[in-house]
């Protein structure tokens, strides 16, 4: 079955904690994201990468970081400089980010709730 | 700035009482709007692509339709199991630009 996977469901993470949330893709797609939802807020986004080796700053990028070094991983890490983590974390992936409307449908993982202690 | 606004919030509905939610867009240029549908808990399911004006789309219940500054998601006759929140997205023509996300309608069908 092809799909995203994320893991693990939930995590809890201490005060000054750096945590890493996976996702893994075997859609054979370019571009990944990661967003953040928080309940009356919507989907953030926090990265995204278009191809492996490369990846750009969403509106909220402040206390994360990513890599992209294999097509399919794009493992997102909560450092302590986030100061109020807690959200429902969720991995997306598409065939690109441009050209047709179609290329740029995104598939969506299970999400990670992250809890700070 | 990219926007989307959709309306209402939250929506009740009796089973069998058919409804729209709306999503409203401000974008330089359309390449396409997406609707999701994301039940509590979990991640957002792809339900449909729009590309222009005038397109519509349909899934069992579901009817989405589109014109220059808005979308409309029709429900005809729900059952409780429609119950979700429903989400809306837009993209840009201008570059390689991502998904700008509504926050979404919360759909409560009432038995």
């Known amino acids: 079955d092809g799909g995203i996977t994320q893991s693990p469901k939930y995590l809890f993470r201490k005060e000054g904690q750096n945590v890493t949330l996976s996702c893994e893709q075997n859609?054979?797609?370019?571009?990944m994201y990661w967003y953040r939802q928080d309940p009356g807020q919507g989907l953030r986004l926090i990265y995204y990468s278009q191809i492996v080796n490369d990846f750009q700053k969403g509106d909220i990028a402040e206390g994360y970081s990513v890599s992209r070094e294999k097509k399919e991983s794009f493992p997102l890490t909560v450092t302590s400089a986030q100061k109020n983590p807690t959200a429902f974390y969720l991995c997306?992936?598409?065939?690109?980010?441009?050209?047709?409307?179609?290329?740029?449908?995104?598939?969506f993982g299970p999400g990670t709730r992250l809890t700070v202690l | 700035e990219d926007q989307v606004t959709q309306s209402p919030e939250a929506l009740r509905l009796q089973e069998g009482e058919s409804s729209s939610l709306n999503c409203s867009y401000t974008?330089?240029?359309?390449?396409?709007l997406f609707w999701y549908r994301q039940d509590p808990g979990k991640g957002p399911e792809f339900l449909f692509t729009l590309y222009s004006a005038g397109e519509e789309k349909e899934k069992e219940r579901l009817k989405a339709t589109l014109t220059k500054k808005e979308s409309f998601l029709h429900i005809t006759a729900p059952k409780p199991e429609d119950s979700a929140t429903y989400l809306c997205a837009v993209q840009a023509t201008s570059g390689n630009t991502p998904l700008v996300f509504g926050k979404g309608t919360r759909l409560s069908v009432i038995a």
């Open positions: 997306a992936s598409s065939l690109g980010t441009s050209g047709s409307s179609s290329y740029n449908e995104q598939f």
């Open positions: 859609l054979n797609h370019d571009a």
């Open positions: 974008v330089s240029g359309l390449r396409g």
